[in-house]
């Protein structure tokens, strides 16, 4: 019986991924820059079962129905039409940070899940291979399969996938505001934005624009120049959100105190800027030598977790 486990970690956007060019292949409308952190491990383990007549998921050990599993199924479907195997798979998939919390589960998740099924189905677990394919679950995914600074190019099915970038050291301090599941998934936001706010194509032309200069600023080595465009384009990104129909807002009164928060620290000389994905949490993006200073500062405001850079997705030995 055949049976793999690999390890992702979850990243954080410097620059966004929001909105899609194809839903099918799971493209992006552009480009994107990322931090894969070193906290909140997702550990999957993928076995093929030849008495199983569909493919079930465990997830944080419980049985899981309707939206994680029928992902699981559609992407499994998809690994074996590549691999040539009708065999279903056991699925089981353990998060250290509550799904659906806004920091990006869905990412470790099918990075995780890419590479070992694409062991488990003997499919190539080369880098490129596996971001292509952890694209096909879910764009942020793509990323999560290389350690560090990443960028996910926008393109085809053949270029679309996620390479290391060179950049300056990055800390990053996780605000956790909320840790349940947000009233509006990403994917539906994110489809949203593109059909209904007039806000949209500029985000687009916007985000082309910031990636380019991003990947300078790494290229320089230049934390400030990154940080400031990382705020900018978060902000961005939630303007484009909040002129949808009907509304969606993913920032809390608790997250723009610590947007407040990050203002004021810079304010007193501390080189620290925030960001927010689709929903409450806020990350203050920091150099690694500042992380204790701005988790001290943020503290009374919501829970905080200092990460560093993480490893990318790797297979482990051991099974479920
Ligand atoms: C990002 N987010 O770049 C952005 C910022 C959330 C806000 O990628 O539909 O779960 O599965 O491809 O990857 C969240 O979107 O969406 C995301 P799908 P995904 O990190």
């Given at each position: ?30 480009g994107s820059l990322s931090l894969t952190l070193d906290v909140f491990p997702t550990t999957t383990t993928v076995t093929l079962d030849d008495a199983l007549t569909a493919d079930t998921l465990e997830l944080d050990g419980l049985p899981a129905a309707g939206t994680p599993l029928d992902r699981v199924r559609r992407f499994l479907d998809l690994v074996r039409a ?239």
């Amino acid at each position: 019986m055949s049976t793999a486990t690999a390890i992702a970690h979850p990243n954080i956007a410097l620059v966004k991924y929001w909105g899609k060019s194809d839903a099918t292949l799971n493209l992006p409308e552009t480009g994107s820059l990322s931090l894969t952190l070193d906290v909140f491990p997702t550990t999957t383990t993928v076995t093929l079962d030849d008495a199983l007549t569909a493919d079930t998921l465990e997830l944080d050990g419980l049985p899981a129905a309707g939206t994680p599993l029928d992902r699981v199924r559609r992407f499994l479907d998809l690994v074996r039409a590549q691999a040539g195997v009708a065999t279903h798979a056991r699925v089981v998939s353990r998060n250290t940070v509550p799904t659906g919390a806004g920091l990006a589960s869905s990412a470790s998740g099918f990075a995780a899940l890419a590479a070992a099924a694409s062991a488990a189905y003997g499919l190539p677990t080369d880098t490129v291979s596996l971001s292509r394919l952890a694209r096909r679950g879910s764009g942020s995914a793509s990323r999560s399969v290389l350690p560090a600074l990443a960028v996910w190019h926008e393109g085809d099915d053949a270029t679309s996938y996620a390479e290391p970038v060179t950049g300056p050291e990055i800390a990053m301090v996780v605000a956790t505001v909320d840790a349940g599941p947000k009233a509006v998934s990403s994917r539906e936001a994110m489809r949203r934005s593109a059909a209904t706010s007039p806000y949209y194509p500029a985000w687009v032309t916007s985000t082309r624009e910031t990636l380019e200069v991003a990947l300078e600023a790494c290229a320089d080595d230049d934390f400030t120049a990154l940080g400031r465009l990382a705020e900018t384009n978060a902000l961005r990104m939630h303007a484009a959100i909040q002129g949808c129909e009907p509304p969606v807002r993913y920032l809390a009164p608790a997250s723009v105190a610590l947007f407040d928060r990050v203002a004021a620290l810079r304010a007193e000389g501390v080189d620290v800027w925030g960001t927010a994905d689709a929903g409450p949490n806020v990350v203050a993006v920091c150099r690694p030598a500042d992380a204790g200073r701005v988790a001290d500062a943020l503290a009374d405001l919501a829970p905080v977790t200092v990460a560093l850079p993480g490893p990318g997705v790797r297979l482990v030995e051991g099974a479920e």
